[in-house]
């Protein structure tokens, strides 16, 4: 791994070496081993994440490196640099027609795919739903057991290398329509309600105490969390911002396996 690591490193501070045997073989052997769930964009570290940079440049590289190409699925054509993985059956991944997954992207077994898109360099845990129409970005990190609800969008980022991309840890719920980007995190068994939007910026606000507690970027576990709005002063007058409120703590009684419903049924909200 040092090996590899040390190859892209050099071609990417040198892209005159961009077109040797060692660059492609390597840069392709990375990819290979994202694809199978070997190495990871971002990683846990106890409590904190390691962005692996130098695996975000083997992706980046990749792009050039491979040309366009005519991929048939049954009636389906694409036309594409990247293909589709494959091999669902033995990976143990059930995937419903219209779904789509690259290759470099990581399913673990007993991952369901909806008709829904999958980006190169994301990684998917053991048990996920990715449900109808929700899509898992470039790098995404995305824990085990959790619910992706139809429509989901979450980010990718490739560069800067230095970014970190979108973590959903284990066990969440994130309901219908929700965003999250830029990097953003969710904590261990958050439930987020429906339209929730978390960007690097978003003001993530917990209102369960005498005073709101401010967070940005960032929820923390077991949150309950629903859209909001504060009100702010522009020169042309008072309008009000989307935000989103942090209104309770998941509670004991949720099993992990309850719906997003149930989870949120508790504080009188819908998904």
């Known amino acids: 791994m040092d090996t590899l690591r040390n190859i892209i490193e050099k071609v990417w501070d040198d892209r005159s070496l961009f077109a040797s045997d060692e660059a492609r073989t390597a840069v392709f052997r990375v990819v ?47 036309h594409d640099k990247i293909p589709l993985k494959h091999n669902y059956k033995e990976l143990g991944v059930r995937v419903v027609p219209q779904a789509v997954a690259r290759y470099g992207a990581f399913l673990s077994p007993g991952v369901i795919l909806m008709p829904s898109y999958v980006n190169i360099g994301a990684w998917v845990g053991a048990g996920t739903m990715v449900d109808t129409w929700a899509t898992v970005g470039s790098c995404a990190q995305i824990g085990s057991n959790v619910h992706l609800s139809g429509g989901v969008g979450i980010g990718g980022v490739l560069e800067p290398v230095q970014a970190a991309p979108v973590i959903i840890e284990d066990n969440c719920f994130v309901g219908s329509r929700c965003i999250v980007v830029e990097g953003a995190r969710i904590g261990t068994e958050a439930v987020l309600g429906a ?20 967070y940005k970027g960032y929820v923390p576990p077991r949150s309950v969390v629903i859209p909001g709005s504060y009100t702010r002063q522009y020169p042309a007058g008072e309008y009000q911002v989307s935000c989103a409120l942090i209104i309770g703590q998941r509670k004991p009684s949720t099993d992990l396996k309850t719906s997003l419903n149930e989870a949120l049924r508790e504080y009188g909200i819908q998904a």
């Open 32 to 78: 290979e081993l994202l694809d199978k769930g070997e190495v990871r964009v971002a990683e846990p570290l106890g409590s904190v994440w390691k962005v692996n940079e130098w695996i975000k440049k083997a992706v980046i590289m990749y792009f050039p490196l491979r040309q366009m190409e005519v991929m048939e699925a049954g009636p389906l054509e694409f």
């Open 195 to 214: 339209n929730v939007v978390i960007t690097n910026s978003t003001r993530i606000i917990d209102v369960t105490g005498s005073a709101p507690v401010e």
